[in-house]
């Protein structure tokens, strides 16, 4: 089970980049996925998750209406677009999944999940 998030780098505010995350090693469609990003000094925050089912997707209060998450099932690949890019954005994102059911996609961003990938920073300059 390997994750692979890329997608991020240094971004204007105001800019839209994507994000991508990869997976191999098992099929989307079986597993939540979520993105999550730490800024410096700052906690762990559940920013968009994404249900096995495609159709349950939570957002954090801080990108809601600005970002959105999305899967694309026969490249087992979750996106998330970023619009509107605040320098407030700024910290190295990260892409997990998790294959336990009956829980929500709410549920996955409050608590985490169990695979992780590796980050990509994204620094949004005013």
């Known amino acids: 089970v390997q994750l692979q998030a890329f997608g991020g780098g240094l971004v204007q505010a105001g800019g839209s980049p994507r994000l991508s995350c990869a997976l191999s090693?098992?099929?989307?469609?079986?597993?939540?996925v979520g993105w999550f990003r730490q800024a410096p000094g700052k906690e762990r925050e559940g920013v968009s998750c994404?249900?096995?089912?495609?159709?349950?997707?939570t957002y954090s209060d801080s990108v809601k209406g600005r970002f959105t998450i999305s899967r694309d099932s026969a490249k087992n690949t979750v996106y998330l677009q970023m619009n509107n890019l605040k320098p407030e954005d700024t910290a190295v994102y990260y892409c997990?999944?998790?294959?336990?059911?009956?829980?929500?996609?709410?549920?996955?961003?409050?608590?985490?999940?169990?695979?992780w990938g590796q980050g990509t920073e994204v620094t949004v300059s005013s």
């Open positions: 997990a999944a998790d294959e336990r059911t009956g829980r929500s996609s709410k549920y996955f961003c409050d608590n985490g999940m169990y695979y």
């Open positions: 994404i249900g096995n089912s495609g159709r349950s997707t």
């Open positions: 090693g098992f099929p989307l469609g079986y597993y939540a």
